[in-house]
């Protein structure tokens, strides 16, 4: 059978749908290939969030944003290296809930699947996810827990499709991967909103003549001269 052809329109509907109520994982990815490797395939220092912070993070981007026969996903645009460094900039605010939500879906696997979530094999690992993508919070999840299971997911996706489709300079969207999967031309000269617009193209200076007095005709009648 011939792949769908993943079109603008197609995400831009998805993204559309996924921003209200449940999340739903089959919309935002193509769950096929859950079995991407453990380990990152560069080298990279992690900035804001320990190893298993970071692998465990990485494992959900590549689980929302998969690879497949229709393009690249969040393991080739680097959307870890984006969130992890994102969490000492422009998304600060959200790094105690990257600590705290991640320590509560691991509790959450160990309570519904006795094992945490990179332990998990492929089928666990989605039946871990499809467990928080619902309206409530399953009973599994950590009633203590400063946020609930559907926020966490949230997001983790949010920032996924953030770090997937903004500027390169970031971190995601790593040799514009992203930006070629939908068919974005580029950088916009006069930039976008923030995480988009930081390093974006700078517009180079106008430079205008040096100013000199009028000494045309009628002179005197411009500058009250008699």
Not at 145 to 155: I, Q, W
Not at 181 to 196: K, T
Request: proline residues 8%; hydrophobic residues 35%; neutral net charge.
């Amino acid at each position: 059978m011939k792949p769908k052809p993943f079109s603008r329109r197609s995400f831009l509907a998805n993204s559309a749908r996924a921003t209200g109520g449940v999340i739903t994982l089959g919309v935002l990815s193509r769950t096929r290939l859950l079995d991407a490797q453990e380990s990152l395939p560069f080298e990279y220092t992690w900035q804001n969030l320990d190893d298993l912070q970071g692998r465990t993070v990485d494992a959900l981007t590549r689980m929302i944003m998969p690879s497949d026969e229709n393009g690249p996903g969040a393991a080739e645009a680097r959307v870890i290296v984006y969130i992890d460094r994102a969490l000492g900039a422009h998304r600060a605010d959200y790094r105690e809930s990257y600590v705290s939500g991640l320590a509560a879906f691991d509790q959450y696997c160990l309570n519904a699947l006795e094992s945490t979530f990179l332990d998990l094999d492929a089928r666990g690992r989605r039946r871990a996810l499809m467990g928080i993508d619902r309206p409530r919070s399953p009973r599994t999840w950590p009633q203590d827990a400063p946020m609930g299971a559907r926020d966490f997911l949230r997001m983790v996706a949010t920032h996924t499709m953030e770090g997937m489709f903004s500027d390169p300079a970031y971190g995601g969207n790593y040799r514009e991967a992203g930006w070629k999967l939908i068919r974005f031309p580029g950088r916009a000269p006069f930039g976008y909103d923030p995480p988009f617009s930081e390093f974006d193209m700078t517009i180079p200076e106008i430079e205008y003549p040096d100013w000199k007095p009028y000494d045309g005709p009628m002179k005197s009648r411009i500058i009250g001269e008699e």
